[in-house]
């Protein structure tokens, strides 16, 4: 079963939508999250009006268990069903769904809960994977862009020396993004675009046998010490491609990102940012250029949820 439209039960009853995620949590039987025990035969279904819906007993510690516990679904008094819906609405829109959309689309009571829930989302789309970008013979392209004002103006330059003029020093939030050529993506905002820092983020996540390409910005010098090559393009001579060698990628990237924040999203806060990166960053990797179409990469996210809680006060402390 697949979130394949939105006329699809999942999304209406909460019975069916129970179903499915349990069916997407566990693809190999039932789990006890208390000792771990696996298996259908391992637990029993309680029923009857003393028991609340989906609640299972494990037949080995005798303790009780939902398929939501230990999810950012758990503890939630959002229908289950409802969460799935604005899981299937922000997966398959593009350019984002903003939290407003969520609360008239969902019937919601409030813009706090919808903007809850969206962040808890965003949480888990959130790619746990270590495994770096490019090898032998690809291509990754790495570039930044910024995005809105700063919580705090810097004063000084990346160089370390202090800008000539005051409105110079308002600069935006910095994000660096990484982006395999046919391939995934990482995306980091940062709290200052130097070279120590993008370098850092470049050489973790970058396999060293890949190609790099990047603009003429001097973030990138010395790279070609540590990967395969490193060929750059002269955006401020107006060159934005010689042969293979460009950053179209990662600038196709920037312009869904940036048109997804002004036109969708509008407002956010610096130490939210990050979340909204991931987001992005998510549709991007799990697109339909790489075989996902909305239903698996709405069951990748609901799979994400998985191993993750958000509280109100999570949610509110800085993320970067």
Known sequence: MTAATLSDPIFHDADKARAHF????????????HCGVVG??????LQGKAHRKGLYRCG?????????????????????????????????????????????????????TAW???????EAMIDTSDTPLGGEGKVVEAD???????AISPTLRTNGTPFLKAKRARQSRPVVALVERGGKAKVFHVAVADKKTVSKIVRDNVHPATRLHTDESRLYTGSADVFASHET?????????????????AEGFFGVFKKGMKGVYQHCSEKHLNRYVTEFGFRHNT?????YNDSQRTDLAILGTVGKRLTYRRTDEAYV
Not at 40 to 45: A, E, F, G
Not at 145 to 150: A, H, L, Q, S, V
Not at 287 to 291: F, I, M, P, S, W
Request: hydrophobic letters at 35%.
């Open 22 to 33: 349990e069916k997407v949590r566990w693809p190999n039987g039932r789990v006890c999250p």
């Open 233 to 249: 393009v002269k955006h401020s001579a107006g060159e934005y491609a010689r042969g293979d060698v460009n950053t179209n990628s």
């Open 144 to 150: 930044e862009t910024y995005y809105g004002r700063p």
């Open 40 to 45: 259908d035969d391992r637990s029993t279904l």
């Open 287 to 291: 697109r339909a250029a790489l075989g």
């Open 60 to 112: 080995d510690c005798g303790e009780q268990f939902t398929a939501t516990i230990g999810t950012v679904y758990e503890d939630s008094k959002v229908p289950l069903n409802k969460w799935l819906l604005a899981m299937h609405l922000m997966c398959a829109s593009k350019k984002g769904v903003s939290a407003l959309q969520l609360q008239r689309e969902l019937a919601l009571g409030s813009y706090r």
């Open 116 to 122: 809850f829930m969206a962040h808890r989302i965003r």
